[in-house]
C-alpha cells in the first residue's frame, strides 16, 4: 500500500542516523549486478584487496543505472587523462537507488566510491553528512564550471556542493507539429510561445482547442505533466526553517484543478502504457521535454514521428526537469580516483567527449559559449536547433527550488495527490490542498504549518 511506502520513506532519516554509525570499517555492500570495465587482472586483484588493484592501477566502484554509456564514457576518460584505473559499474535501477543506499548504511555495510542521485531524492540523500564537499580542500570544485542553476541543486542545505551534475536538464514544451498547426494555426515555436505567454492565456487556448475538436484533443496527456511544469518554474521552498509553506503547492494545484475542469487535460496516468502511446496519437498536443526526452521518451514512443516535433518555451519560461548528479562518501575507498573522474565530466574536454561519445549533453559552460557545439539537431524536431532554447534562451530566465531534506516526502505526496486529482473530479482546490497538508503532516508531523 501506497501509505505504508511513504511512513518508511518520511523515517529514512532516522534509519540513516542509525546506519550510519556504522560505517566505518564495515563489509562490502552485496550486490545484484556487476560490471568491470578495462583491466580485468587488474579489477580482481581489486577484489581481493578491497579496493586497491594490484600495480598502479586503481579501480573505482560505482553504482548507476545506465552501464552502457558509462562504460563507454569511462573509456573515452582513459584515452583523454592516460588515467590507469578500472571501473566496477554496480547496475541498480534509477528507481531503486534511494533504497539501495538505505538498505546498505542501516546495514552497515560499504557505499561505493561513486554514489548517483536523481534530483527529486537529492536533497534527502544530501541531508546526510556522509558526503565530501567537492568545493573544498583538496578537490576546489570550480562552480563557475557548471550552469549557475545547477548550483542549488547539488548543494546540501548548508550550502556544501556535495554532488556533480551529469546533464543539462533544462527543459521546454514539445508539441506536435501537425495538431499544432490544425488547431493552433501555426507549428512555429516561436508564434506558439506568442500565443499563450502566460497560463491563464494557455487555458483560454485549451478551450478554444476543446471546442474546434469536438473535445476529442487535450492540450496535455495528464495531470502530471502540468504538475512537472509548474512545480519546475518554482522557486520558493516548501519546507524552510522547519515550516511546510503551502503558497507554491496551491499555485500547482491551481492550475492542475482548473485544467482538469476546463477538460483540457486528459487523465491518462503517467506510468501507463496508454500514457506511452498518447506520444503517437492525435488526441494529445503538448508535452515537458528536456534534453534526454529526444532519444529516451519521444523516439521510441513515437517511432513514425520524425520531424513532427517542435520545441518552444511554455507560460512564465522554462523550467528544470529530473537530472542526474554524482556524490563521493567521505568513507569511500578512492576518493581521489572518483573525483578526478567525475570532475572531467565537467570540464570542456569531458562535456564535447560525451557528446561524440553517447550523444549526452553534460553541463561545463565553455563548451556552451560554442555556438556551434550548443547548437543541437534531433531527427525527430526537424530542422529545429532545439540547443538555441535549452542551452541559451533556457538559461536566461530558468529558478529552481534548492534541494531539501524533505524532498523525498513530499514527492511521494505530490504523487499521491496528482493521482487523486486525476482520477476523482469531486475533489476541488480546497480538497486538494487539505490531502496534501494532512498527508505531509502524517509522514512529517514535526513540521510546523
Given at each position: ?7 518508511k ?65 569511462f573509456?573515452?576518460?582513459k ?7 578500472a ?34 531524492q537529492r536533497g ?8 565530501e564537499?567537492?568545493s573544498a ?6 562552480e563557475k ?14 550550502g ?22 490544425e ?13 499563450f505567454?502566460?497560463?491563464?492565456d ?10 474546434k475538436?469536438g ?34 503547492i496551491?499555485?500547482?494545484l ?11 487535460v ?8 496508454a500514457y ?8 494529445h ?12 521518451v519521444i ?5 513514425e ?8 518555451i ?10 542526474s548528479a554524482?556524490m563521493?562518501?567521505k ?14 565530466l ?8 560525451q ?22 539537431y ?7 536547433n ?7 534562451k ?6 529552481v ?8 516526502t513530499?514527492?511521494?505526496v505530490?504523487?499521491?495527490v ?5 482520477s476523482?473530479k ?24
Amino acid at each position: 500500500m501506497k501509505y505504508r511506502k511513504m511512513k518508511k520513506a518520511a523515517g529514512f532519516g532516522i534509519i540513516l542516523a542509525l546506519g550510519c554509525s556504522m560505517l566505518a570499517g564495515c563489509g562490502e555492500a552485496g550486490v545484484t549486478e556487476t560490471k568491470e570495465t578495462n583491466a580485468a587482472d587488474s579489477a580482481n586483484a581489486a577484489e581481493e584487496s578491497g579496493g586497491e588493484a594490484s600495480g598502479d592501477t586503481t579501480t573505482i566502484t560505482m553504482w548507476g543505472w545506465n552501464a552502457g554509456d558509462i562504460e563507454k564514457i569511462f573509456t573515452a576518460y582513459k584515452e583523454a587523462t592516460g588515467a590507469n584505473a578500472a571501473l566496477e559499474y554496480v547496475t541498480v535501477q534509477q528507481e531503486e537507488s534511494f533504497q539501495k543506499l538505505q538498505t546498505t548504511i542501516s546495514a552497515g555495510l560499504d557505499l561505493p566510491d561513486i554514489v548517483p542521485s536523481e534530483v527529486n531524492q537529492r536533497g534527502t540523500m544530501l541531508s546526510l553528512d556522509i558526503w565530501e564537499d567537492l568545493s573544498a580542500e583538496p578537490y576546489n570544485f570550480d562552480e563557475k564550471q557548471i550552469f549557475e542553476y545547477q548550483v542549488p541543486l547539488c548543494s546540501n542545505e548548508a550550502g556544501a556542493l556535495c554532488a556533480l551534475p551529469w546533464d543539462v536538464s533544462t527543459a521546454g514544451l514539445a508539441y506536435k507539429r501537425d495538431m499544432a498547426k490544425e488547431y493552433l494555426g501555426t507549428d512555429d515555436p516561436d508564434e506558439i510561445a506568442a500565443l499563450f505567454p502566460t497560463w491563464e492565456d494557455f487555458l483560454e487556448k485549451g478551450k478554444e482547442v476543446k471546442e474546434k475538436s469536438g473535445g476529442k484533443v487535450f492540450m496535455f496527456a495528464s495531470l502530471t505533466n502540468v504538475k512537472q511544469i509548474l512545480d519546475g518554474q518554482n522557486p520558493q521552498p516548501i519546507v524552510k526553517d522547519g515550516t511546510l509553506d503551502m503558497t507554491s503547492i496551491e499555485e500547482t494545484l491551481g492550475w492542475m484543478v482548473k485544467f482538469r475542469d476546463a477538460g483540457i487535460v486528459d487523465n491518462i496516468l503517467e506510468s501507463s502504457t496508454a500514457y506511452s502511446a498518447s506520444y503517437a496519437d492525435k488526441l494529445h498536443i503538448f508535452y515537458p521535454c528536456a534534453g534526454w526526452s529526444p532519444n529516451y521518451v519521444i523516439r521510441p514512443n513515437d517511432p513514425e514521428g520524425a520531424g513532427n516535433w517542435g520545441l518552444t518555451i511554455p507560460p512564465k519560461g522554462c523550467f528544470s526537469w529530473g537530472g542526474s548528479a554524482f556524490m563521493i562518501p567521505k568513507e569511500a575507498k578512492n576518493k581521489d580516483a572518483a573525483y578526478d573522474f567525475i570532475s572531467w565530466l565537467n570540464t570542456e574536454e569531458g562535456t564535447r567527449s560525451q557528446r561524440d561519445v553517447v550523444n549526452y549533453s553534460t553541463s561545463n559552460v565553455d563548451a556552451y559559449k560554442d555556438p556551434e557545439f550548443s547548437a543541437l539537431y534531433d531527427e525527430w524536431f526537424g530542422g529545429q536547433n532545439i540547443g538555441e532554447l535549452l542551452f541559451n534562451k533556457a538559461m536566461d530566465s530558468i529558478q529552481v527550488r534548492p534541494v531539501s531534506t524533505y524532498d523525498v516526502t513530499v514527492m511521494e505526496v505530490w504523487s499521491m495527490v496528482t493521482e487523486a486529482v486525476n482520477s476523482d473530479k469531486s475533489i476541488d482546490f480546497n480538497g486538494a490542498c487539505e490531502m496534501f497538508k494532512n498527508e505531509i503532516h502524517t509522514l512529517a508531523p514535526e513540521l510546523k504549518q
